[in-house]
């Protein structure tokens, strides 16, 4: 499956770059994304998105300072700045994609307000389906950022053809701060969906990321709602020797070269959607 994928705010523009950077190292070039922010300072932060696909939008109204929680702004300033978002996204090109995501936490105010505003838009333009992956903050976050997303999350499920949601609250371990855990749980949220996101591609070791193409994964989807995600990993245990395992063998053995040693294997993914 062919991503674009669309980082709205502090939270998905840091998303989307590690999406990326996960996309490079595996060589499946199956990924390819923009960051879209009102502050400067966070756009400066990313590593792995190009300094061309980062668009800082709302200069002439916060000078770069971002619209803090305020996501009525920051659904007014990617409405007057569309034009500007959807050149940076053609740039890139679009013919050969199979879905647009858009990545937003929830709770602050560039993502949660402009997230469905740029839904809206792609699909006007664009035959290919719109998904988005909301971040939902935690209720330690403060009361307003749990405010904002479920104003947010309203708007987005009726916007874009499908809406993936992940809770920060039900990741975070037991006395650990969402400030300190924010890393982890990012990794957790590309962990999972990557996976997802690269069905039917192959890596360089040649080998698909799952039995299911991306039609099945948008046929999936196509209905709207709110879906959710589902992440195991199983062990390949053999019993044989090693000039015994043959291929299966040489894969494991390039799997641990690949990712340190590690023995992770098999990862799959279930989805199931809630259309209430």
């Known amino acids: 499956m062919r991503v674009f994928f669309i980082g709205f705010g502090q939270a998905g523009g840091k998303i989307v770059d590690m999406f990326i950077e996960q996309d490079k190292k595996l ?15 966070d756009l400066m932060g990313l590593k792995h998105i190009e300094m061309k696909d980062r668009i800082l ?56 307000g402009g997230s469905p505003v740029l839904a809206r838009h792609l699909k006007r333009i664009y035959r290919e389906p719109v998904y988005a992956l909301g971040i939902i903050p935690a209720p330690e976050e403060g009361r307003l950022y749990s405010y904002n997303a479920a104003r947010s999350l309203t708007t987005l499920v009726n916007e874009a053809d499908n809406t993936f949601i992940f809770d920060n609250s039900a990741w975070k371990n037991e006395g650990e701060s969402v400030k300190s855990a924010f ?9 999972r969906f990557a996976i997802l996101f ?37 062990e390949v245990i053999s019993t044989r020797t090693k000039q015994q395992r043959g291929i299966l063998g040489g894969i494991r053995e390039n799997i641990k070269d690949t990712f340190g040693g590690k023995k992770e294997a098999n990862e799959e993914v279930l989805m199931g959607e809630d259309r209430s």
């Open 183 to 191: 890393q982890r749980l990012n990794n957790e949220v590309v962990r």
């Open 27 to 41: 060589g499946t070039n199956s990924f390819r994304g923009i960051a879209v922010n009102t502050a400067r300072t």
């Open 198 to 234: 690269r069905a039917g591609e192959v890596s360089r070791m040649g080998v698909g990321e799952m039995v299911v193409d991306s039609s099945e994964i948008i046929n999936t989807l196509r209905g709207g709602g709110i879906t959710s995600v589902g992440y195991a990993i199983s």
């Open 57 to 112: 939008i709302g200069q002439t109204l916060v000078k770069g300072h971002g619209v803090g929680t305020d996501n009525v702004t920051g659904a007014r300033v990617t409405a007057d700045e569309i034009d500007s978002i959807i050149n940076a996204v053609d740039s890139r090109g679009t013919h050969d994609i199979d879905a647009f995501v858009i990545v937003a936490g929830l709770g602050g105010g560039t993502g949660s």
